[in-house]
């Protein structure tokens, strides 16, 4: 199946720039220290340094003398373990209040809606901040923070799919077995409501990774941690004279942004039976 998947994905033009992109940025977020193993914080050599201007620091210095590929590195593993992370919460709360409300209705469902609705009222961004302000900031807060503000559209989606297939001649069937409501759940109706979610958590990572780096813009970040929009916010000051410090950073948020909204479209593409008949 994922293999299966996976040629699928290859044949999409777009989906396979998007992957190699990821694919690359994984393997910068993983083996980057080998290469630029020094600390991110450690100012090594004179400030301002352009790009290509020094071979020991070949993507130049910001403003403290600090490495700038050194703090890409890091940037890179941060950055991409809190859009993970955050999205993996996103999904979790999404399909556990979507799939309660589309089995059970009723009620429950009203209710799940209702909370649904409420977290919907307010930005998301604003209520990241708010969350981030009130607890210290942290990779830990801005993860949860993220994630627990881009839960609602997952839960109506996976609603909308359980309000069809609990209905299905498949669940009646494992119904009159005796399977319970839990197995049922799990078992039967999520393996098929799982593709368009699977989609949209691609583009939840893309969203988280923008969140977090506007978080660290305002300065509501992990001040002990290197991220990529760490280093745009403390460049922000120098963007005149040496708009690389932002520029850099800023140009991976956007190659790695675009890479996961070019494989969520490619994995709607390959996921959706109704495209895939065309």
């Not at 996976?6 to 220290?33: D, M, Y």
């Not at 403290?64 to 373990?81: F, Y």
């Not at 999904?91 to 309660?100: D, N, Y």
């Amino acid at each position: 199946m994922y293999l299966a998947l996976l040629k699928e994905l290859l044949r999409n033009r777009a989906a396979a720039a998007g992957l190699a992109i990821l694919v690359l940025a994984a393997a910068v977020a993983l083996f980057g220290h080998f290469w630029f193993p020094g600390d991110p914080w450690e100012m090594n050599a004179a400030p301002m340094l352009w790009p290509g201007e020094d071979p020991a620091n070949p993507l130049g210095t910001d403003l403290m003398g600090r490495d700038m590929a050194t703090g890409l590195v890091s940037g890179a593993r941060v950055s991409l373990m809190i859009g993970l992370v955050s999205a993996l919460i996103s999904a979790f709360v999404g399909i556990t209040a979507g799939a309660l409300g589309g089995f059970y209705r009723g009620w429950v469902d009203a209710f799940l809606m209702r909370l649904t609705e409420l977290f919907q009222t307010v930005p998301q961004f604003v209520l990241a901040v708010v969350l981030v302000a009130i607890f210290k900031p942290s990779v830990a807060t801005a993860t949860f923070a993220i994630g627990i503000v881009s839960w609602p559209p997952t839960a109506r989606l996976v609603r909308s799919e359980f309000l069809v297939l609990r209905e299905r001649e498949f669940v009646q069937a494992a119904r009159t077995l005796g399977m319970g409501d839990l197995r049922l759940i799990v078992t039967q109706i999520l393996p098929n409501a799982l593709p368009p979610v699977i989609v949209i958590a691609a583009l939840n990572i893309a969203h988280a990774i923008q969140t977090e780096a506007a978080l660290s813009f305002l300065g509501l970040g992990d001040p002990n941690v290197m991220s990529w929009g760490a280093i745009i916010g403390n460049g922000r000051e120098q963007v005149v004279d040496a708009w690389y410090i932002c520029g850099l950073p800023g140009i991976a948020i956007v190659f790695v942004v675009l890479a996961f909204n070019l494989l969520g479209e490619g994995l709607n593409d390959a996921l959706n039976p109704h495209l895939a008949a065309k």
